[in-house]
């Protein structure tokens, strides 16, 4: 089956996790690296490189110990601060290393009240004071770690969210395809059955001609009358095994009794049903009391109940029959189709109907023009050749 629905394209935020990552870690290994420079100029001494190491310790643990990472992280500011050195590089540190947590799965709020916390302690170490004027730093650093936390928590939730779209999406697709796949085995089941029907019949018209064959040979013809004997004895046999397989295709909880198979002559009383049945039904019916092969006869049948059916489910109005049978069967049938299937363009009924045309060896078209949807099928109306090998 061809899906025509376009491939699911994820946003670009979700898209680009991948380098978010990349590009985050980039960032903390630059700010790591710089912050040596920051410790030498504000002669941050002992404090400076201490906290620097536990900041880094971190940083290296953010993938096998994340919650550890961040208190390292988290803390390596605070102790800096208690200790007389400047915690800004490292808050810095401390608010991506947030970004990157809680992108990677660390819980938002575990991580937004940590990073608040101690950047708020941190530069309030600095000045002893929770005055902006004096210390503008306090009224930044907080909130600078909740919209990292928060930046990368909204994007591994859409992550989250995209993936499981994307799941739901291909399990639709998939169960789609089974009840598609089912449909059409079905389908095939009715086939064969109606086709065994058609042959079992051919088959015991057979077995009487070789029967009346045998009693009409003249006295002397011993040969002739053995072979004939033994044509029909096997004929018998390919009757009965006709006979057992049909009896296996027909078990179902819509099959009780055996009835005969439906041929195109049924059409008209098909027709009927459905007008009683409330359906607008504009028909056009030639003489349908041709012969067709049995196959043919089944799937005219077939495809114009269908047909009807479908329009009965999906359309409005009057549904327009045409069926003509000349060189060809050819069966027409339009409909208006109604508002809440106008996007529909398919469905489980037209992969049975194109089977059945395909088994009689004809083709089958179904498609909406504008507001319409139209069925066209065109069955032989004689046999196929068949080359029997000499």
Do not use: K
Not at 181 to 191: K, L, T
Not at 214 to 240: K, M, S
Request: charged share 20%; with cysteine.
């Amino acid at each position: 089956m061809t899906d025509d629905h376009p491939p699911l394209r994820a946003p670009l935020g979700v898209r680009g996790v991948r380098w978010l990552d990349v590009t985050t870690r980039v960032v903390i290994v630059l700010a790591l690296a710089v912050t040596p420079v920051h410790v030498l100029e504000t002669a941050g001494g002992a404090a400076g490189w201490l906290s620097l190491a536990l900041s880094g310790a971190g940083f290296v643990l953010v993938g096998p110990r994340p919650r550890l990472a961040l208190v390292l992280v988290a803390g390596a500011p605070v102790l800096g601060a208690l200790l007389g050195a400047q915690p800004l590089p490292l808050w810095t540190v401390t608010c991506f290393t947030a970004f990157l947590l809680t992108l990677r799965g660390t819980s938002g709020l575990l991580v937004a009240s940590v990073v608040v916390v101690a950047n708020t302690a941190a530069t309030f170490f600095t000045s002893w004071t929770f005055v902006v004027e004096t210390n503008p730093e306090v009224a930044v650093a907080p909130f600078a770690g909740l919209a990292a936390a928060g930046a990368g928590s909204a994007l591994r939730s859409q992550r989250q969210y995209w993936t499981a779209l994307e799941a739901r999406a291909r399990d639709a697709l998939a169960s789609r395809q089974a009840a598609v796949d089912r449909s059409v085995a079905e389908e095939r089941v009715r086939i064969a059955r109606d086709l065994h029907d058609g042959v079992g019949h051919r088959i015991a018209v057979v077995s009487m001609h070789l029967g009346a064959a045998e009693v009409h040979l003249p006295p002397g013809a011993d040969a002739a009358r053995a072979d004939v004997t033994a044509a029909r004895g096997a004929v018998q046999q390919v009757l009965r095994e006709t006979q057992q397989i049909l009896h296996v295709l027909r078990v179902g909880a819509d099959d009780g009794t055996v009835a005969p198979t439906p041929g195109h002559e049924r059409i008209p009383a098909l027709v009927e049903a459905f007008v009683a049945a409330g359906v607008r039904v504009d028909a056009d019916l030639p003489d349908l009391s041709r012969s067709l092969p049995p196959e043919v006869s089944a799937a005219a049948f077939r495809i114009v109940q269908e047909a009807l059916t479908n329009a009965q489910r999906h359309g409005t109005g009057t549904v327009w029959l045409r069926v003509a049978l000349a060189d060809a069967v050819r069966i027409e049938v339009v409909n208006v189709r109604a508002a809440r299937s106008a996007a529909t363009g398919g469905g489980h009924g037209l992969v049975g109907m194109r089977e059945r045309a395909a088994s009689a060896g004809g083709r089958l078209d179904a498609r909406a023009d504008g507001e319409t949807f139209r069925v066209r099928a065109e069955l032989p109306a004689v046999p196929a050749e068949t080359e029997v090998d000499a």
